[in-house]
């Protein structure tokens, strides 16, 4: 065995280190383009490729630098040191991508050291080399002092930018600097194409504030009022902004500096290029080494194209140049006829763009995931996976990756949903139990006259009102279109509200506030899944159901459903096996009085209450939700209930602001 891997064995030491640094530049290029995707993407294969991408590329570039300065002594390899400051422009990264989680920006320490092992050991690679060393090669030394200089800056930026997104741009501070901050009148400034992108910008101290700050509070110098789906809009955009803020150089890169540094690498890396170009006609390299330099050097020019091109055309340089600041500094007149002029042809390469379908309309995923209860427990009962994964003591990690289906889009009655919710809360002071922030469902249901009588199931623990709720409304919803044969608009996005809810208990805890726990999740499927007995969705909302009457009539237990639910109850009592059977009655209940409540007042219309319900604590998850958890799921696609948050703080600070027609309706004003 050990002969036959002699031939691979001399194929790596022969042509090693050349596989790695084309190996290097191959990881760059796919994280510039993965890293696009998965602001607007929530998927786990895309989420594996980042990350491995993400870790090879830096491994791989410090694993080739420890190599370097043996086989760059090398008399049949002398290009091999010209490759070292490549490998730090790598260590670099892309524009797009300096993190790959929250996390990563908090170790800027640990980057920070390994930026200066590196850059001595690359340093050392060609203080050891005959470029250097020997004599007559000036323009590949010269090649090679632009490109170590590059690469030195361009590391030097990254460490730089992970830094400033671990911490408040105001941190350590006057407190004074906290203080208010009086914007503009956007009617001075507000080109007609992009009103949307350049108000997102302007407000981008809000999301700051309230996933990074502290920062200054924003008041907007006008008193107009705001369009609600430009507010909502303009929420969505800056989930995207606030991914540049935290996983990209962008801060850094739309300053004086990084518009320098732009300017200046990309005419040195073209100009290394043309000058290795003469050397190697002149000098008699191995040819394979000399097309693993073109290749290197040709994918920095064009990594450095398209860095200058996504600068050219990004939103974050055409609010700089448009910003009134700048207008008032300079020219205004011209200036301003520039940046109609520059936005016009941005609008026109992004609108080719999107008819080709390289770049969806949203900012961010525009999705929800979701989690069925029911539709979990009917599948995984009898499936031989579940049973494998259980012996494997993997169930749950299991059912929670086979059962949680894909995501949906975001309904546009969502919005007005929204809308509706938060307009009720206008006026209302923050401190109230019944203030949109701290509902949870009770205002929608003292507003029906049903509080009283329903408060057990929203004065609960937050997991166990979602628990009950969730089942509820799969109870209701199930009778609903068993009676009108169809369910509405209205019908299915309370649905997926009711999912997704129960898909961040499920697979996204950390989204709820911090005291939400997942164990009576785990304790309701083991009473469903072990101590009931059904064979179909259907039979199980049907045994919920008829339970819930029994429960809610106060009669003692039919007899045909003995088998069903009475041995879990005798177990309880004898000590056997307790299970908390808690959560499962009070969902039943609740599912049953729903559907009660409809039939004795046809126009009570039940479908909305349910609806008006999972807003509000959607509202109340999205608002106590902790910073970081929102901007952990800003690399994968952002979370609705981020856009949530965004909109109650823009209530809170009095930018969001309803029309008076709106505000005397609800109120029921003449």
């Known amino acids: 065995m050990a002969a036959g891997l002699d031939p691979l064995v001399a194929l790596w030491k022969e042509w090693g280190i050349q596989m790695l640094v084309l190996l290097s530049l191959a990881l760059q290029v796919m994280l510039i383009v993965t890293a696009e995707i998965r602001r607007r993407k929530d998927s786990g294969v895309l989420r594996v490729v980042v990350w491995c991408a993400y870790l090879l590329a830096d ?124 914007t503009e009148n956007l009617a001075l400034w507000v080109l007609p194409y992009e009103p949307k992108l350049l108000e997102a910008h302007l407000l981008l101290n809000i999301p700051k504030h309230l996933l990074k700050g502290p920062l200054p509070l924003v008041t907007v110098g006008r008193k107009t009022d705001n369009d609600w789906e430009l507010m909502y809009n303009v929420a969505e955009i800056q989930l995207s902004l606030m ?63 398209t860095s200058a091109l996504r600068i050219m055309f990004s939103t974050w340089t055409y609010t700089h140049v448009t910003s009134p600041a700048s207008l008032v500094r300079h020219n205004c007149g011209l200036r301003y006829l520039m940046a109609n002029l520059f936005v016009m042809f941005g609008e026109l390469i992004r609108y080719a763009i999107r008819k080709v379908g390289g770049m969806p309309a949203r900012y961010w995923s525009g999705s929800m995931g979701q989690h069925n209860f029911i539709f979990m427990c009917s599948r995984c009962k009898d499936s031989r996976s579940s049973k494998i994964a259980r012996r494997m003591g993997r169930e749950d990690w299991w059912n929670i990756l086979i059962y949680t289906s894909s995501s949906v889009p975001v309904s546009k009655d969502f919005s007005k949903l929204l809308k509706e919710q938060l307009r009720k809360s206008v006026g209302v002071n923050e401190e109230n139990p019944d203030h949109i922030q701290n509902s949870r469902g009770r205002a929608a249901l003292k507003k029906r006259g049903l509080y009283e009588e329903l408060s057990w199931s929203v004065g609960t623990e937050l997991d166990e009102s979602i628990l009950v709720w969730h089942i509820a409304t799969c109870v209701y919803l199930s009778w609903y279109q068993g009676e009108h044969k169809h369910l509405p608009q209205l019908a299915k996005v309370t649905q997926e509200l009711s999912n997704y809810m129960m898909f961040l208990l499920v697979s996204r805890p950390y989204m709820l506030p911090d005291n939400t726990s997942r164990q009576r999740y785990i304790e309701l499927c083991n009473r469903v899944i072990f101590h009931l007995n059904y064979s179909s969705a259907e039979d199980l909302l049907r045994i919920i159901r008829d339970y819930g009457d029994t429960l809610s009539a106060g009669r003692s237990l039919p ?65 106590r939700c902790r910073p970081d958890s929102h901007a952990r799921q800003l690399s994968n696609g952002g979370e609705i209930a981020t856009v949530v948050a965004l909109m109650m703080e823009y209530l809170k600070s009095d930018i969001l602001q309803f029309k008076k027609e709106e505000q005397e309706a609800e109120l029921g004003l003449p």
């Open 59 to 182: 491994t791989t570039a410090i694993y080739t630098l420890g190599h370097m300065s043996v086989t760059s002594r090398s008399p049949q390899h002398e290009l091999v040191a010209f490759w070292a400051p490549f490998l730090l422009l790598h260590l670099g990264g892309q524009d797009n991508i300096t993190a790959y989680s929250i996390e990563d920006n908090r170790l800027w320490l640990r980057h920070l050291q390994s930026f200066v092992v590196q850059v001595f050991a690359a340093a050392y690679v060609l203080y050891e080399s005959s470029i250097f060393s020997g004599g007559g090669r000036n323009m590949l030394r010269q090649a090679t002092i632009l490109m170590f200089m590059v690469g030195v800056v361009k590391y030097g930026e990254r460490v730089c930018a992970l830094k400033i997104a671990s911490s408040s741009t105001l941190s350590g501070k006057n407190y004074r600097s906290f203080g208010r901050v009086y």
């Open 243 to 305: 991914h540049d803020v935290f996983y990209s150089k962008t801060e850094l890169v739309h300053t004086w500096y990084g518009y320098c540094l732009r300017i200046a690498s990309l005419p040195a890396t073209v100009t290394s290029l043309l000058l290795f170009r003469r050397v190697s006609k002149k000098d008699a390299f191995s040819k394979v080494d000399v097309a693993a330099t073109y290749v290197l050097l040709a994918g920095a020019v064009i990594l450095e194209i």
């Open 559 to 623: 007899f045909e459903y003995i088998e069903y639910l009475l041995p879990t109850y005798e177990k309880t009592r004898t000590g056997e096996d307790k299970v908390n059977t808690v959560t499962f009655d009070k969902a039943s209940q609740l599912g049953a009085k729903l559907i009660s409540k409809e039939l004795e007042t046809p126009n009570a219309n039940m479908l909305k209450l349910i609806s008006q319900v999972w807003v509000e604590m959607l509202c109340y998850v999205g608002y």
